[in-house]
């Protein structure tokens, strides 16, 4: 499948989008029904999936983290051996997420591992506590995040990887984690919605209870696949490096069809103001991730132009949970959202 | 009527700086076109030709109309050039929206949060929005965005005009410049947006009010954190038996400090007189023991207790003390906590001296005069030691005090039936040890003592130590052991090193000290450094934990004998920095014999008077109302701080009373809302800070505990923390006083190799350099701190020319360091104070700040009259920042010039008030003010407090940024209040001030040289 989704042109993924789109739309909303108060943190993880980039979910323990991502994933019909799920901590050696050394081959002077069924075959991969690593897990996460690929007796190979969510309870400060942070361009946070939803929620977790009981996942329904999305991100991806001419013949690029020249002029006041008020800054890497963000998320919820309403993804840019919840409260206002 | 051509615009430019043409003519509209030779112009009124010739003008035809633009003046020419990023918050902005748009424009503003707001529609279809602090997103998002640039003048965002300084517009006119061209508008009026806002209609539903029902809240006892001493003792059951016991016991000078009062049922009732320098320490058996109030004295209170729940001064004094010439006790009705109680009044002038008691109770009965010829003889008990040492330290101990053995404990001497044939000086036996006790012993009466204080005062004495150590035995007789250890330090820190652990020996046998506990008080603790001078080290591991309610002398006693004692010169040197930092500035009351902070006066009034003035300015703080900004965090949380701040003022004062009662608001106003690690951080740092004041400590670093909390926040909590600290003085969090304490924070480490030889060969190194980097600099000043310092005299001209690559803050810092060093040595200042005085011109106020901090060091070394020189001439210096002005001043004050320093005073005071200027700069201008008031002339102080609280209090609140912790404009302004009128140096009189720098001058000599 995958071979044949590299060979489709951006015609004939044109032709496919309108129903991509819609598929993974009902996606998204279907799964939001079997949570209270989450479907933003939903559209986020679509979001990040169709732009494969990493996606940290910080807050503290019962807040549905792990829910969320396992749902997801059953919800896309990942199969048990494209998906690989640890917690990590302090003690977790680098075999136990990047597979064991091949005794076999060792004796033959070979370093290599035994990497099915680990990070490196999965096609999604969820990583609790992510930030409680050891230096060692860190840097082959590092390598993993930044360029796909893993080493095998010290030739690089390239990983399954296509979708990674992570969890923490606590973002740390500790220098020797800020490169780790950092690959997290998106950090979501995941609150309890007990004072907000307290009776939705007591409906919702007995609902839940039962169907674990009785053995049931409603929510894999089946609407999209992860073929699905990776076949939207190809498309948006092809979509975004293709230049048009236009009626003056002039080179029209994305930006000139999909991102306004207002809303480009209101994303850097946003950025800046939140440099200079408040010392947010967005690095020039963020930067070009933001704009494929962007781009992604409006494909997604209304299908065309950038609008001011996508830059609401901005406030997922903070770096420490008291950032996240600056933005959280500053950016509607900015946008004029509290009027 | 023909064009002239200017070659470009920078031409132009130089013709209007040049002032070369009238006003009438440059200031008038005038036709222009560019042209391949350069700018033509065509004035619309008549030339002075020759005049435009001798300026390189040259002469052409007439423009036409069509291919020509108009320009109102001629400086609009001279285009506009790329300006600098202006800092944030911009004090002030003018807006230009169109005026469908104004209502949307105005809006928005407000939802982000910036309230200030005034209106002026123009003729032409649009609007000019004037906003104070304008949020950064809308100016750079609106199109048309002015900031002032000069009177009247406006300048678009991220332009700069070359002629915008020397523009005067029109009268009423105000002129906005852009690239687009210039804009002439009316300068008002403005309307402010309160009154041009229409509020929507709101349905409204009127209650009929009703006189509330009176609230009786019954008042009870309970225990009290800070027990007060005792002070009056009631005696219901076998009074006149028990006092005649205590008459007959009590030395004949004791007794004339005790009063008495007999009811018609017996009752009798004991006190102190008011003349009495102390209060007794009596054990009365049976008797119920009071203690007066600390904020009322004609109240008593069932000693350990307090009212509850806390009352203002004057609600209490008008609920259960209200007549002022009885005495009001609490009398306990239960044993039940809390406790309830009734109030039993006498008169307070029914108390008679105790020694009239023999006539009370002799009248007519011949036993009691009995009585009154025994209490005769022992009239000199106090010259009288019968005893030897070594049976003193077999006697039994006393409970009269917690923690001190007392007289009883000395078996007294038989009476003697004919004292004035046995004077007591021929009886007094020499203590084995301490030569000087013996006539310390002999010869104090209050007379006596009065002459030493008054001697040490003037510094007239010739032999300090010996003047100390009398007072040691005075104060001990009277019962004030604090007072007694205060001049045992300086007494033994007079004293030659090699003679001190004998002195020490005996004075603390003579107190006669109880066991120290596990909690023992401050002037307990004091006790036990002169125990562990005399050899006893049991208690150092104790002593060790609990030096920050030490005082300055007696810290330094112990660290010297810890050093000395374990060979350990890290100890040594990190005592002199924990001193040096103690020295600096700030003056610690816990280091000022009473005898000193009386002078002139009397520190108990004037701290008084400042303590209600403090607790009157709380009660208008939480009583007046503000307008508060949208954006503005919780108020209770933010109210919370204001309250650790007052409860901090309160310490300074020692108003602990106070203090307690905002410390409990302060918990009540906080409730559950203030969690996780900013607030954790903030406020145990506050209450850390709160306890320290109120042991008369100064702000030094915080405790190891809180520096790791605070190195362990995260990035954004420490910046929350930082802004908190910028605001708040009491937190103390960065000291900026030196370079030092900068480059501390650096993270510069203790050298390993501390010998002197290896710390002159890195200085020297450092010093070696021609052009030595600011880094290496901090380095040098920093190992010169370590050194002994007549190491330094050779140095010291080289440290002060390396300050040379220093600039600004660092510069000034760095000055005061050497300067400092300087002193402590003799060393010659001159070059110094002059590099001192150089950086009075500079344009940043650093220089003054430190001549403000080291005045008493400039006045003593003879540089005042230079300085202050500089000063002056600083202050004329024309467009100096007020805030800059007001700092310089407040110097010139520090230095004597109290008619510059108030004038400018009173100007900063009207513009801090002043609706018109920013609330940055007016809390700015308010901290300044009230910092140097406090200092100069608490009177002004507390006249500026009440000003600035009803002009500048109700506007105050936060609309910058986003702040969820805390309103930081609101709490800048309380401790501005709280430093005004909480400055310790206010209660002192010039003498006391002159004692107090002379002897913090000694102290660092005598600690440098003994570091040596």
């Known amino acids: 499948m995958a071979s044949a989704l590299e060979s489709m042109t951006l015609p004939e993924l044109s032709e496919r989008s309108g129903a991509l789109r819609d598929r993974i739309n009902r996606f998204r909303l279907a799964l939001g029904r079997f949570f209270v108060g989450k479907q933003d943190l939903i559209d986020l993880m679509c979001v990040a999936a169709l732009a494969r980039e990493p996606l940290l979910l910080v807050g503290p323990p019962g807040t549905a983290k792990s829910d969320l991502v396992l749902k997801f994933r059953d919800a896309l019909g990942i199969s048990e051996a494209d998906y690989f799920e640890y917690t990590l901590t302090r003690f977790t050696e680098p075999s136990e997420v990047m597979g064991p050394i091949d005794v076999a081959e060792l004796k033959e002077g070979r370093y290599i591992r035994r990497v099915q069924g680990r990070l490196p075959t999965s096609r999604m991969v969820f990583l609790d506590e992510v930030f409680k690593s050891n230096s060692a897990i860190l840097n082959s996460l590092l390598t993993i995040i930044n360029e796909r690929k893993y080493y095998q007796d010290g030739t690089p190979l390239p990983v399954a990887l296509e979708v990674l969510f992570a969890a923490t309870n606590e973002i740390p400060e500790l220098s020797d984690l800020a490169a780790l942070r950092d690959r997290f361009c998106l950090k979501a946070l995941c609150e309890s919605v007990a004072q907000d939803h307290f009776l939705e ?139 | 009527m023909r064009s002239w051509l200017a070659p470009d615009a920078a031409f132009v430019e130089a013709v209007l700086r040049r002032g070369g043409l009238p006003d009438a003519l440059t200031g008038a509209g005038l036709r222009w076109a560019r042209s391949e030779e350069g700018l033509r112009l065509m004035p619309s009124r008549s030339v002075d030709e020759r005049r435009l010739l001798e300026l390189g003008l040259r002469p052409g035809p007439a423009l036409v109309e069509s291919e020509s633009k108009e320009a109102s003046c001629w400086a609009e020419l001279v285009p506009c050039e790329p300006g600098p990023p202006p800092e944030l918050p911009v004090p002030q902005a003018l807006f230009r929206v169109s005026q469908d748009g104004l209502t949307t424009f105005v809006k928005r503003l407000l939802h982000l949060g910036c309230t200030d707001q005034s209106l002026l529609v123009l003729s032409d279809g649009t609007a000019l929005v004037r906003a104070v602090e304008p949020p950064y997103f809308s100016l750079i998002s609106e199109a048309q965005v002015y900031l002032p640039a000069a009177p009247f003048v406006w300048v678009q965002w991220g332009l700069r005009h070359p002629l915008a300084e020397v523009l005067r517009p029109s ?378 309610g030490l005082d300055t002398r007696s810290f330094w006693l112990l660290w010297d004998a810890v050093a000395r004692r374990e060979d350990d010169a890290l100890a040594r040197a990190r005592a002199v920095d924990d001193v040096v930092e103690r020295l600096r500035g700030s003056l610690a009351p816990r280091d000022v014999p009473a005898f000193v902070r009386t002078e002139g006066g009397g520190q108990g009034l004037a701290a008084d008077a400042l303590a209600a003035a403090l607790a009157e300015a709380r009660e208008t703080h939480f009583a007046t109302r503000r307008q508060r900004s949208p954006l503005e965090a919780p108020e209770g949380l933010t109210q919370g701080y204001v309250e650790l701040g007052f409860a901090w003022g309160f310490g300074r004062l020692g108003a602990l009373g106070e203090a307690r009662a905002a410390l409990r608001s302060s918990e009540a106003r906080f409730g559950t809302a203030a969690e996780g690690p900013v607030h954790a951080f903030a406020r145990a740092a506050l209450l850390e800070r709160i306890a320290a004041a109120q042991a008369g400590a100064g702000a030094g ?247 600035l609280q009803a002009e500048l209090l109700p506007q105050v609140t936060d609309s910058g940024s986003t702040n969820t912790h805390f309103c930081r404009a609101l709490i800048h302004f309380a401790e501005s209040v709280v430093v005004g009128l909480a400055t310790p140096d206010g209660l002192l009189g010039p003498r006391a001030r002159r004692f107090l720098d002379a002897e913090e001058h000694t102290l660092r000599q005598a600690i440098l040289a003994e570091a040596d």
């Open chain 2, 701 to 947: 670093r915080l405790s190891e505990p809180l520096e790791r909390a605070y190195a362990e926040l995260a990035r954004m909590e420490r910046y929350v923390v930082d802004r908190l600290a910028e605001a708040s003085v009491a937190i103390g969090l960065r000291s900026e006083a030196d370079a030092f304490a900068r480059f501390g924070s650096k993270g510069l480490e203790w050298p390993e190799d501390l010998r002197p030889a290896s710390l002159l060969s890195v200085l020297d190194a450092c010093l070696d350099d021609a052009f030595p980097e600011p880094e290496e600099v901090l380095e040098a000043l920093h190992l010169a701190r370590l050194l002994p310092p007549h190491h330094l005299a050779d140095r010291l001209d080289g440290l002060g020319r390396a300050c040379g690559a220093l600039e600004g803050p660092a510069k000034a810092r760095g000055l005061a360091s050497v300067l400092r060093l300087a002193d402590a040595v003799d060393a010659p200042v001159a070059n110094l104070v002059r590099d001192l005085a150089e950086l009075l011109g500079a344009d940043e106020p650093s220089g003054a700040k430190v001549v403000f901090e080291l005045a008493p060091l400039l006045e003593r070394r003879g540089a005042a009259a230079e300085v202050r020189a500089a000063l002056k001439e600083g202050l004329h210096r024309e467009a100096l920042p007020l805030e800059h002005r007001l700092v310089m001043a407040s110097a010139a004050g520090a230095l004597g010039e109290t008619e510059a320093s108030h004038r400018w005073a009173s100007d900063a005071l009207g513009l801090a008030a002043a609706t018109g200027t920013p609330m940055a700069t007016r809390l700015q201008l308010a901290r300044v003010l009230l910092r140097g008031l406090g200092r100069s002339s608490p009177e002004l102080a507390v006249a500026a407090v009440r000003r």
């Open chain 2, 171 to 548: 009268a009423g006119a105000s002129v906005l410049i852009a690239d687009a061209g210039w804009l002439h508008v009316p300068d008002g009026p403005f309307q402010e947006l309160a009154a041009s806002l229409e509020l929507a209609p709101v349905a409204k539903v009127s209650i009929a009010a009703r006189p509330p029902p009176r609230i009786e809240v019954r008042l009870q006892l309970e225990p009290s954190s800070a027990p007060a001493p005792d002070a009056l003792w009631v005696l219901r059951q076998d009074g006149a038996s028990t006092v005649e016991r205590l008459a007959a016991e009590l030395p004949s000078a004791a007794l004339e400090d005790l009063e008495f009062f007999v009811a018609e049922d017996g009752l009798v009732m004991v006190r102190g007189s008011r003349r009495a320098p102390a209060q007794p320490a009596l054990e009365l058996p049976g008797a119920e023991v009071y203690a007066a109030h600390p904020r009322l004295e004609r109240l008593f209170l069932p000693v350990g207790t307090e009212v509850a729940p806390p009352l203002r001064l004057t609600q209490l004094r008008d609920a259960l003390a209200p007549d002022p010439e009885q005495l009001s006790l609490l009398v306990p009705q239960s044993e039940a906590r809390p406790t309830p109680f009734r109030v039993q009044t006498v008169a307070d002038d029914a108390f008679r001296p105790l020694s009239e008691w023999v006539d009370y109770v002799a009248a007519g009965e011949p036993e009691a005069m009995e009585g009154w010829k025994r209490s005769l003889q022992f009239e000199f008990q106090p010259f009288v030691r019968a005893q030897t040492w070594a049976e003193a330290e077999e006697a039994q101990p006393s409970s009269r005090r917690s923690w001190r053995r007392q007289a009883e404990a000395r078996p007294e001497p038989e009476p003697d039936p004919e004292p004035e044939a046995a004077p007591a000086r021929a009886a007094l036996p020499s203590p084995p040890r301490g030569p000087a006790l013996e006539a310390v012993l002999t010869e104090l009466t209050p007379a006596s003592v009065r002459a030493v204080e008054q001697r040490l005062l003037e510094g007239e004495t010739s032999h300090p130590a010996e003047d100390w150590f009398s007072l040691v035995g005075a104060y001990l007789d009277a019962g004030r052991e604090s007072e007694a250890g205060l001049a045992l330090g300086h007494g033994l820190l007079a004293t030659p090193r090699a003679d001190r652990s004998e002195r020490a020996r005996a004075w603390v046998e003579r107190a006669e000290l109880a066991p120290l506990g596990a909690d023992p008080e401050p002037v307990r603790l004091r006790w036990a450094v002169f125990e562990l001078l005399a050899g006893r080290e049991d208690d150092l591991p104790l002593l060790r934990t609990r030096t920050e």
């Open chain 1, 201 to 339: 929620l007591i409906d919702a977790g007995l609902a839940f209870s039962t169907y674990k009981d009785l053995g049931q996942k409603p929510w894999a329904e089946g609407i999209a696949s992860m073929e699905d999305f990776l076949a939207a991100h190809r498309y948006l991806s092809l979509s975004m490096a293709a230049t048009r001419v236009g009626p003056e013949g002039e080179v029209l690029r994305d930006r000139h069809l999909f991102f306004p020249e207002a809303r480009l002029q209101e994303f850097r006041r946003l950025l800046e103001t939140l440099a200079r008020e408040d010392g947010v800054f967005v690095s020039d890497r963020k930067i070009v991730k933001l704009y494929r963000l962007l781009r992604t998320r409006a494909w997604l919820l209304h299908g065309g132009r950038v609008e001011r309403d996508d830059f609401r993804l901005l406030a997922y840019l903070g770096d420490t949970v008291e950032e996240l919840q600056l933005l959280q409260d500053k950016l509607p206002r900015l946008l004029g959202f509290a009027e």
